[in-house]
């Protein structure tokens, strides 16, 4: 019984099957009190729940706009937009509080689901950067020196740790150490929450998108391609990714 969201007042706001958790219809999306970032327009899609999205292209190419308008934080100007169920968020420049890592990460400091945050600690790998930590998860970030990497790792596990039906993943990846470390994360994140609805924006090739059920690729706000890997590299040829990839190789060198 979760009320959808919809969108208003422009445009019709279409019926949904339960079946879906987001429908846009020709959308078209602006940024509130002009807020940075690429604006969006004529975007139609259908994703199912418990769907694993893609969402590639270049920087400022959108992908970064395209989970803010699904989360609610752009303006609809034109089509109509629906999304259903409830969403969890993990931001492409990570926020922290001057708290405790466990109270970053379950805003209390004796999380109530002791075991389910013990597996999130795994999943997102906060568990290997408590190691060191004299404290553990109770050290403060005012305390210690955490890298770019492991206050990603501790928004991810934010994310992960809330129940939702709709999880974004906004770049959360690209600043840890290594790829192999990002793919594995993002590897682990999916499984952990393989029944609910995952959209992950990514900057760099990996295997995973070869298993998305979606691939979207942005573009100056608009999205040019859409469909499966497979369907992708059969309209578009076999180098369709290989731009992706060797952006990607460049950044490992």
């Given at each position: 019984?979760?009320?959808?969201?919809a969108?208003?007042?422009?445009?019709?706001?279409?019926?949904?099957?339960?079946?879906?958790?987001?429908?846009?219809?020709?959308?078209?999306?602006?940024?509130?009190?002009?807020g940075?970032?690429?604006?969006?327009?004529?975007?139609?899609?259908?994703?199912?729940?418990g769907?694993?999205?893609?969402v590639?292209?270049?920087?400022?190419?959108?992908?970064?706009?395209?989970l803010?308008?699904?989360?609610?934080?752009?303006t609809?100007?034109?089509?109509?937009a629906?999304?259903?169920?409830s969403?969890?968020y993990?931001?492409?420049?990570?926020?922290?509080?001057?708290?405790?890592?466990?109270f970053?990460?379950?805003f209390?400091?004796?999380?109530?689901?002791?075991?389910?945050?013990?597996?999130?600690?795994?999943v997102?790998?906060?568990?290997?950067?408590?190691?060191?930590?004299?404290?553990?998860?109770?050290?403060?970030?005012?305390?210690?020196?955490?890298?770019?990497?492991?206050?990603?790792?501790i928004?991810?596990a934010?994310?992960?740790?809330?129940?939702?039906?709709?999880?974004l993943?906004?770049?959360v990846?690209?600043?840890?150490?290594?790829?192999?470390?990002?793919?594995?994360?993002?590897e682990?994140?999916?499984?952990?929450?393989?029944?609910?609805t995952?959209?992950?924006a990514?900057?760099?090739?990996t295997?995973?998108?070869e298993?998305?059920?979606?691939?979207?690729?942005?573009?100056?706000?608009?999205?040019?391609?859409?469909?499966?890997?497979?369907q992708l590299?059969?309209?578009?040829?076999?180098?369709?990714?290989?731009?992706l990839?060797?952006?990607?190789?460049?950044r490992?060198?």
């Open positions: 019984g979760k009320k959808p969201r969108y208003a007042p422009v445009g019709q706001v279409i019926s949904v099957p339960d079946a879906y958790h987001i429908q846009l219809d020709h959308a078209s999306f602006l940024w509130d009190n002009r940075v970032g690429q604006s969006l327009r004529d975007i139609s899609l259908r994703i199912r729940s769907q694993f999205v893609a590639l292209g270049a920087t400022a190419s959108g992908k970064s706009s395209l803010k308008a699904l989360l609610g934080e752009m609809l100007t034109n089509g109509s629906k999304i259903s169920g969403t969890s993990a931001p492409q420049e990570p926020w922290t509080l001057a708290e405790s890592i466990c970053n990460i379950t209390t400091h004796n999380p109530p689901h002791p075991e389910h945050y013990k597996d999130i600690l795994e997102s790998g906060v568990a290997e950067d408590l190691e060191p930590l004299e404290n553990g998860d109770e050290t403060l970030l005012t305390e210690a020196n955490f890298t770019p990497a492991q206050i990603a790792r928004s991810l934010r994310a992960l740790y809330r129940n939702a039906d709709i999880y993943f906004d770049n990846f690209s600043s840890f150490e290594t790829e192999k470390k990002a793919d594995e994360a993002l682990r994140a999916l499984g952990s929450c393989k029944y609910a995952r959209i992950v990514l900057s760099h090739y295997s995973a998108i298993r998305s059920d979606l691939i979207l690729y942005m573009k100056d706000g608009a999205m040019i391609h859409s469909g499966s890997y497979h590299i059969e309209a578009n040829g076999p180098e369709f990714f290989d731009a990839r060797l952006e990607t190789d460049a490992n060198l």
